[in-house]
Structure formats: C-alpha cells, structure tokens
C-alpha cells in the first residue's frame, strides 16, 4: 500500500516537471549522468568515465570534437546499464564558423563494446545495440526524401554496415529533420527505451518542451550494454559538445526485471522493411480500385453515347419525315 502511495507520489512529482525528469516512476542514476563541473569527474581514478580520440574537457564543456578538420572523439560510460527500462537527457550544442558546410555529425550510443574508435561519427562500424545519429551533413548527392540536420535510430546486431553515403537512410528504423545545429538556445534530447518502445524527443527551440521526433516499437535491447557519445569531422567541421547527461532508470514491469535480456540480439524493424509491409497490400488495393473506376467510366459514357445517338437518330428521322 505504501509503495502504491510512493509511486503515485513520485508520478506527480515528476509530471510537475515534464521537462526534467520523465513522465512516470524513474530514479536518476547518477553513475549514468555527467554534469558540471566534470574536471572533478576526470582527475578522480574512479571515475565511471572515459575519453577517446580527440576530446576535450573543459569547465563548460565535453567536446568531443572541436571545429578543425579530421578530428574524432568519445565520452564512454563504463558502468553497464543493468535495468531493462530508461530515458537519458542530453544538453548538447553543435556549433561552428560553417556557414552553408559543415559536419559530419556526433551519436549518442547503446551499445556492447565501449571505448573503440572507428568511421561511424568516430565510432566503430558493425557494432551492436543502438545509435542515435545526429548527422548534420547529408552526404547523399541525389535528392533525399529530408532535410539536414537529421536524426534517425540504428539497430545493429553486428551484421550492419553504416552507410555515410545514403546517411544511413537504408538501415535506419525511424528519423525525423531537426534544427539542432548552430542554435542561440539550449539544444536537448531525450531518448526513451520502455516496454520496447524505442521514442526520442527533443528540445531545441528554447521553449523547455519536449516535442517527439520519433518512436519505434519492438525495439529489443538487452541489458549491459554501455552508454557512449561519438562524434567526428572530416573535409568539413563543427564542434560537438556534450554539456550535461541525465539518466532515468524507468520502473519496469515484474515480467521484464524477471526475464533474462542480458541474452537478447538486438533488433529493430528498418523503415524500409515496415515500407515494404505496408505499401505492398495498400498499392494492389489502389490498383483494383483505379480498374473499377475506369471500367465504371467506361461503361457511363458507353451508356451515354448509345442513349445520346439513339435520340440524334430518332430527331433526324423525325426532321426526315417532316420533309417527306
Ligand atoms: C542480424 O541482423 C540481420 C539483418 O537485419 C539478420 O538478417 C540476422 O538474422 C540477424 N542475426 C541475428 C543473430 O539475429
Ligand atoms: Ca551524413
């Protein structure tokens, strides 16, 4: 009864503040989270976090690349996530002297192996878990059916290749534009994963609301997967920033805390598979209904010719036997 009371108590509290904490029973991990002053954070030897490659910390900020070219870094968390259920708020700022080019982009990463350096936003390729991708450079030289900045979700189970130049279009699950890049205001996203329900949301406007980007059902990621950030410059450049990290741990349902996900592949429906589930029955039911149309076309102007020429006929032999 009492944790009844507890956790209707902790709902109110945290709808009250939407825009901090998420929208059901959660504890913040603090091992999960990072904010100021991280120079505290890296000079203690037990600290939870790790740089790669080319990051920066400074009072301000994580930079995970700065805005010079050919440069890639990461912020890798080195406790595993042992609950099945979270959100995680990012404050980040992209940002550079680029006017019309710059890039490439960072992730933020759920994923087996931490740590590695690689060609995927300075993050190895064919990795396992979940990337979400804040690519703000579209490498695509055809029309693309969006715009950049683009945020979009991979799932890889090992086997998948990102691929820089269709920006990952082919093996992403979901994606939505966003205007992160180069704002005056605070840029924030959130990235939920409950009951397999993969939604992200973000915050980039200045207006503390969290507006949805995407969602995605029948995510599956196991437990004990890393949290991590990536990002990397090329030819073109900008610096990725990392300023502070919140992570919820969600309340789960007794079915899930019990069930073994430390064993699960990951996965998730690409949209170009749900695309071809979807379109194909829809596609053969247009068809059939633009043959039943034309036919039904087809048939009214056959009756209204027969009955249009029927009466010229009738008024012609009318006139005709006038004259005779
Ligand atoms: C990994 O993903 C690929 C591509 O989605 C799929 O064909 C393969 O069956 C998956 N492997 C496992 C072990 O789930
Ligand atoms: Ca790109």
């Known amino acids: 009864m009492f944790q009844y009371f507890f956790l209707y108590f902790f709902q109110i509290v945290s709808a009250q503040e939407q825009s901090d904490t998420p929208n059901v029973a959660s504890y913040e991990i603090r091992e999960h989270s990072l904010v100021k002053p991280y120079p505290a954070v890296f000079s203690t030897g037990s600290s939870y976090w790790h740089l790669t490659g080319n990051t920066i910390v400074t009072d301000r900020w994580i930079r995970l690349t700065a805005d010079t070219q050919s440069k890639q870094g990461g912020l ?10 979270w959100e995680m708020h990012v404050h980040f700022k992209v940002h550079g002297t680029g006017k019309e080019l ?19 936003f300075g993050y190895q390729d064919y990795f396992h878990g979940l990337g979400i991708v804040l690519d703000t450079y579209s490498n695509h030289n055809g029309p693309h059916n969006h715009a950049h900045p683009y945020i979009s979700a991979m799932v890889n189970n090992g086997t998948l290749h990102y691929d820089h130049d269709r920006d990952g279009t082919h093996t992403q ?8 890049r180069g704002r005056d205001t605070d840029t924030l996203i959130a990235i939920r994963y409950k009951d397999d329900k993969l939604t992200v949301s973000t915050d980039v406007d200045g207006r503390n609301v969290w507006r949805e980007c995407f969602s995605a059902e029948g995510v599956r990621l196991p ?14 450049t900008d610096s990725h920033d990392i300023i502070s990290v919140h992570t919820y741990q969600l309340d789960s349902s007794n079915e899930r805390k019990l069930e073994d996900r430390q064993a699960i592949v990951p996965f998730g ?3 170009e598979a749900e695309r071809l589930h979807v379109d194909d029955p829809k596609s053969v039911s247009w068809t ?3 043959i039943f149309f034309y036919v039904l076309l087809f048939l009214i102007i056959s009756v209204g010719l027969a009955i249009g020429g029927y009466f010229y006929m009738n008024s012609r032999r009318y006139h005709k036997s006038r004259f005779y």
Do not use: M, Q
Not at 173 to 180: H, K, L, P, T, V
């Open 76 to 85: 890798w968390n080195l406790l595993p996530v042992t609950y099945p259920d």
């Open 102 to 120: 710059f890039g490439d982009g960072l992730v933020i990463w759920y994923v087996r192996d931490p740590k590695h350096l690689g060609p995927v």
């Open 173 to 180: 699950i979901a994606g939505c534009e966003s205007a992160f």
């Open 223 to 236: 437990t004990h997967y890393y949290f991590g950030f990536s990002a990397a410059t090329g030819e073109l």
């Open 269 to 271: 429906l690409t949209s």
């Open 288 to 290: 059939a209904l633009k």
